[in-house]
């Protein structure tokens, strides 16, 4: 059987997605009456850090031990793939040792890499192209909250970084329309954006992007490795906070997401955040844990 890897959201068939997504909201149902049992007994997964993280390593950790399997933390320190050893080389080595492996990293090209040469099904907690393990949270999240997205609209205010990328798959995989905000200058890769087609929609105004929409989402101004960029990201970006007052042109029963973490009263209002009536954004993180043991379930069951 062919190995299975999750480089980008559409590595998987929208069906499968939605088995995903249906899977962790039972095992996070289960984990609260007791725990899954041990499916990933004698299990490792490697997780090989290239960008740190909070919730990837936590949730990605306490996922393994939780269902039973053991994890091994990898920074750039620990390998040789700091050291100038090839990526194919060291992909042909861990992949040997272990039996699934999670990579964050810059090039979205050192996982199609790692991947290509792995004997072992390879997931991408992040990269500067695609962050798909959070949208797997993000829909498990709506769905438990507004159920299926399917033909919502949505709108994605801010960088058009690995998130909003992201957004834009899910837009092809779960079918809702995709409303983006951001400045000139600013917009997501322009050949994920070709493919999605009419199905997303740029605009200038954040407000005429959140008008009528179902679930709004934002994100850092300045990702990881742009914080020279800072200065200028907050010139770029005036205008561009999510607040109760942008709020107020979705729907009324509309909900705000946020990866995290946030720098609060920059891209969102502290208030709006901390609002659980419209701000899901705790469950959002938490939702991490469980959609990704549901991903490495399937992996491992397909592998």
Not at 232 to 240: L, W
Not at 277 to 284: A, C, F, N, R, Y
Request: charged fraction near 25%; proline fraction near 4%.
């Amino acid at each position: 059987m062919a190995i299975r890897h999750f480089l980008t959201l559409t590595d998987l068939s929208p069906e499968e997605l939605q088995a995903i997504v249906d899977r962790a909201i039972e095992m996070k149902a289960l984990h609260r009456q007791g725990g899954a049992g041990e499916p990933f007994r004698n299990k490792v997964l490697g997780m090989i850090f290239e960008k740190s993280s909070t919730r990837t390593r936590v949730s990605f950790e306490a996922g393994m031990a939780q269902l039973g399997g053991s994890s091994l933390f990898l920074s750039p320190r620990d390998t040789q793939l700091g050291r100038g050893e090839p990526i194919e080389d060291s992909a042909r080595v861990i992949s040997r040792m272990v039996d699934i492996v999670m990579i964050r990293t810059f090039g979205h090209n050192v996982v199609e890499r790692f991947a290509a040469h792995s004997q072992v099904p390879v997931i991408n907690a992040l990269t500067d192209t695609f962050h798909p393990c959070q949208l797997l949270a993000d829909i498990m999240t709506y769905q438990e909250h507004r159920g299926s997205p399917r033909g919502k609209v949505v709108a994605w205010v801010g960088d058009g970084n690995n998130m909003c990328n992201s957004y834009i798959n899910a837009a092809r995989m779960c079918d809702f329309t995709l409303h983006i905000a951001c400045p000139e200058g600013y917009e997501p890769d322009e050949d994920v954006l070709a493919a999605a087609g009419d199905r997303v929609k740029i605009f200038r105004n954040p407000k005429d992007a959140v008008s009528g929409t179902d679930w709004v989402a934002t994100d850092v101004w300045a990702s990881m490795g742009q914080e020279t960029e800072q200065k200028e990201r907050e010139k770029a970006f005036k205008g561009y906070l999510v607040d109760h007052p942008l709020m107020a042109h979705a729907n009324k029963d509309a909900i705000f997401m946020h990866c995290l973490p946030a720098h609060r009263d920059e891209e969102v209002s502290s208030e709006l955040l901390e609002d659980e009536s419209i701000s899901v954004v705790w469950d959002e993180a938490e939702n991490r844990l469980h959609a990704q043991k549901a991903l490495m379930e399937f992996l491992l069951e397909s592998h």
